[in-house]
T-cell receptor
Framework: EAGVTQFPSHSVIEKGQTVTLRCDPI?????LYWYRRVMGKEIKFLLH????????ESGMPNNRFLAERTGGTYSTLKVQPAELEDSGVYFC???????????????FGEGSRLTVL | AQSVSQHNHHVILSEAASLELGCNYS??????LFWYVQYPGQHLQLLLK??????LVKGIKGFEAEFIKSKFSFNLRKPSVQWSDTAEYFC????????????FGSGTKLNVKP
């Protein structure tokens, strides 16, 4: 069974440019999460989709970030325009169970590293 | 605001040494506690978890962790590390008021010298 896949694995862009990160969850997983780790700090929650709906987007830092999950399958996270402080590793995770943060049945991708110059 | 603290950012050990990584959280209510590990070039994976019951939990690869409620701690231990344990370890907590998200610590990089 394929795991959570993220693309690209590494993106280097200049300040002011746009980047779109993609996450393909495990097939059948309705729950999809985005997390971010900036500069070796803690991994922070960005948002949670249930199918195509945003269940919780309280962690989105500002309106330069747009997450979508059309059709409830893969998700994209767009940063426009990118700023230096957006550099970090963006993790995607998926789960079948909505209470995955209780059960621990949350499956992570390898992350997309974003470098903004 | 609730937070999760990992005190050791980088630990270097020789093989066969014992390991203890600290994790503390700030919240007086019900919590679920986890340790995740990220091996080089791989995804985060669950090492062990605590919900309730016996505060000493055992995970994969010989790891264990002890929940001490009075100290708000969930320290990870392994009696004898191996070179293959070289990885980054993250403590994660979910809080009873919001089961949509994990709160992670800042991670501890463990280097085991062969």
């Amino acid at each position: 069974e394929a795991g959570v896949t993220q693309f690209p694995s590494h993106s280097v862009i200049e300040k002011g440019q746009t980047v779109t990160l993609r996450c393909d969850p495990i097939s059948g997983h309705d729950n999809l999460y985005w997390y971010r780790r900036v500069m070796g700090k803690e991994i922070k929650f960005l948002l949670h989709f249930v199918k195509e709906s945003k269940q919780d987007e309280s962690g989105m830092p500002n309106n330069r970030f747009l997450a979508e999950r059309t059709g409830g399958t893969y998700s994209t996270l767009k940063v426009q325009p990118a700023e230096l402080e957006d550099s970090g590793v963006y993790f995607c995770a998926s789960s079948q169970d909505r209470l995955a943060v209780v059960t621990g049945e949350l499956f992570f991708g390898e992350g997309s590293r974003l470098t903004v110059l | 605001a609730q937070s999760v603290s990992q005190h050791n950012h980088h630990v270097i050990l020789s093989e066969a040494a014992s390991l203890e990584l600290g994790c503390n959280y700030s919240y007086g209510g019900t919590v679920n506690l986890f340790w995740y590990v990220q091996y080089p070039g791989q995804h985060l994976q669950l090492l062990l978890k605590y919900f309730s019951g016996d505060p000493l939990v055992k995970g994969i690869k010989g790891f264990e962790a002890e929940f001490i409620k009075s100290k708000f701690s969930f320290n990870l231990r392994k009696p004898s590390v191996q070179w293959s344990d070289t990885a980054e370890y993250f403590c994660a907590v979910s809080f009873s008021y919001n089961f949509n998200k994990f709160y992670f610590g800042s991670g501890t990089k463990l280097n085991v010298k062969p």
